[in-house]
């Protein structure tokens, strides 16, 4: 019984897959199959011994997506940590800036009393 099965591939390795089956006149399912058994074949052939894993180029675009996620998460932090002293720094020069009474009254109003 066939079973289906889906996973993810680097489009460099698609390409290829794709041009071996153009090159030997197949369709790209009969392609896939014919690779993988390919491989293990050859790897049976070798007493299972297993070559260092290809790094994938989605893999790398997830891992750098996730790093982005991290960047924006800490700017929105900073962000939020620049309002913050922005606001204290605003509220503080503004204490300062009412001035002492003697320079907020008319000179009348001191005359008055």
């Known amino acids: 019984m ?9 489009p460099d390795l698609m390409e290829q897959i794709d041009q071996y089956a ?5 369709d790209r399912n009969e392609a896939i199959l ?3 058994e390919a ?3 050859s790897k049976q052939g070798d007493n299972g011994a297993v ?3 290809q790094h994938r180029s989605f893999e790398e675009l997830n891992r750098l997506l996730k790093e982005l996620e991290d960047v924006k998460a800490v700017l929105t932090e900073l962000r939020n940590e620049v309002r913050l002293v922005h606001h204290t720094i605003e509220t ?3 204490k300062e800036a009412k001035g002492v009474p003697f320079q907020t009254k ?3 109003e001191f005359w008055r009393k």
């Open 2 to 10: 066939a079973m289906r099965c889906s996973f993810a591939l680097d």
């Open 34 to 36: 014919e690779l993988i």
């Open 39 to 41: 491989g293990l074949a």
């Open 106 to 108: 008319h000179p009348w």
């Open 51 to 53: 070559a260092l894993r």
């Open 92 to 94: 503080d020069w503004n």
């Open 22 to 26: 153009r090159d030997h006149a197949f």
